[in-house]
C-alpha cells in the first residue's frame, strides 16, 4: 500500500498521540527480527522508516514502501514511536546515546533480548532524556510476526502502552501489558523459554529412547502431543497448590513416582541414551522424600528450586 494515502501521526508528550491515528514508526535494526517488524507495520499501512548500521538490508522493505534513513539521527527523528530489535542491550545504548537528545517527547519501544535488570536501567535511561519507555518481549520467531496468535509481552507505563496497543497489534494479535515495572516482561520470557527447552530436551530424550526399538519422530510424534495435552492439564492443580502453599497429593504422590522414574534411568542406561536428564529429576523426588514429603504432589519439588535460588 503506497504511503501517501496515510496521514502522519503527531508528537505528543511522551509521543503519546491519540490511539487509531496512522502513527508513523521507525523500525531501528533489520536482521531477522527487526525486518519482520518492520514489515508488519508497512503491512498495518503504518508509514514506516527503517535504519540498520549494515547498508543493503533495507531494500526488500523500501520496495514495499518504507524510508530508509541515512543515519541513526534522521531515523529517530521520523517518526514519535521508534522500535528497536538488535543484539543486545548494550548495542543499544551505543546505537542511542550519540542521539539521545533526539528521542524528547517520542516512544522508545525495545524489544531487544536481555534481562530485567537491563530492562529496568534501560527505562531509567529514556526517562532521563525525556523519552516513554515499554520494553518487550516477543514470544515467536520472526516467520509469526504479525499473525493473530503471536503473543508479545510489554511492561511499562499502562497509559503509554494502551495509546499505542493499536500499533503495537500489528506486530502480534495479543499483545500483553504485564505491569508497570519494565524488567517483567524479560522476566516472563526467559521463564517460559527455561519451560521450552525443558520440554524440547525431555521431547528429544523420549524420541532418543523409542528409536532404539526403530519408531521414527514421526510416528511417536502424536503420542508425544496427546500427552503434553494430559500433562499440562496438572499445572492448574500445581498452581492451586503453590499458590496456596498445600501440598497434599490428589493425584499421585512422590513416593509413588520414584519407582517409574528409577525405570526410565534403566531403560536409557541399557539402550546407552544419556541419563543425566532423568536421573536430575530421580534425585530431585529423592531429595523431597529424605525431607519427609513423601505424600505431597510433584508440585513440592518447587521448594527446591526457591532453596537453590535463595
Not at 521507525?26 to 549494515?54: H, I, Y
Not at 517520542?106 to 535488570?117: D, F, M, P, Q
Request: hydrophobic share 40%; proline share 4%; with cysteine.
Amino acid at each position: 500500500m503506497n504511503s501517501a494515502e496515510h496521514t502522519h501521526g503527531t508528537h505528543g508528550t511522551n509521543g503519546t498521540g491519540g490511539a487509531g491515528t496512522e502513527t508513523e514508526v521507525t523500525v531501528l535494526g533489520l536482521g531477522l527480527m527487526g525486518a519482520a517488524l518492520a514489515d508488519a507495520m508497512l503491512t498495518g499501512g503504518r508509514r514506516t522508516t527503517v535504519w540498520n548500521r549494515t547498508p543493503g538490508k533495507a531494500e526488500p522493505l523500501t520496495v514495499r514502501g518504507a524510508a530508509e534513513a541515512d543515519g541513526i539521527r534522521a531515523a529517530v527523528t521520523a517518526s514519535p514511536l521508534v522500535i528497536v530489535c538488535i543484539r543486545d542491550y548494550t548495542a543499544v545504548r551505543d546505537l542511542l546515546d550519540p542521539v539521545a537528545d533526539a528521542l524528547a517527547g517520542r516512544v522508545l519501544v525495545n524489544l531487544t533480548t536481555g534481562s530485567s535488570e537491563e530492562a529496568r536501567v534501560m527505562a531509567e535511561w529514556a526517562a532521563g532524556h525525556g523519552a516513554g519507555y515499554l520494553d518487550g518481549a516477543i514470544m515467536m520467531t520472526p516467520p509469526g510476526i504479525g499473525a493473530p496468535e503471536t503473543v508479545i509481552f510489554y511492561g511499562g507505563d499502562e497509559k503509554l502502552f494502551r495509546t499505542h496497543e493499536p500499533v503495537l497489534r500489528l506486530l502480534g494479535g495479543r499483545p500483553t501489558h504485564l505491569g508497570e515495572d519494565t524488567g517483567t516482561a524479560s522476566l516472563y520470557d526467559v521463564a517460559l523459554l527455561g519451560l521450552m527447552w525443558g520440554t524440547f530436551n525431555s521431547f528429544l530424550h523420549a524420541l532418543a529412547l523409542v528409536e532404539t526399538e526403530g519408531t521414527t519422530a514421526t510416528e511417536f510424534l502424536p503420542l508425544a502431543t496427546d500427552w503434553l495435552t494430559g500433562v499440562s492439564s496438572f499445572m492448574g492443580l500445581y498452581a492451586q497448590q503453590i499458590d496456596a502453599g498445600e501440598f497434599v497429593a490428589t493425584d499421585a504422590s512422590l513416593a509413588t513416582q520414584l519407582a517409574p522414574v528409577e525405570h526410565l534411568v534403566h531403560e536409557s542406561r541399557a539402550r546407552g541414551v544419556d541419563t543425566r536428564l532423568p536421573e536430575y529429576t530421580r534425585d530431585l523426588i529423592a531429595d523431597a522424600l529424605a525431607k519427609g514429603h513423601g505424600l505431597d504432589s510433584y508440585a513440592r519439588i518447587i521448594d527446591h528450586f526457591r532453596t537453590a535460588a535463595s
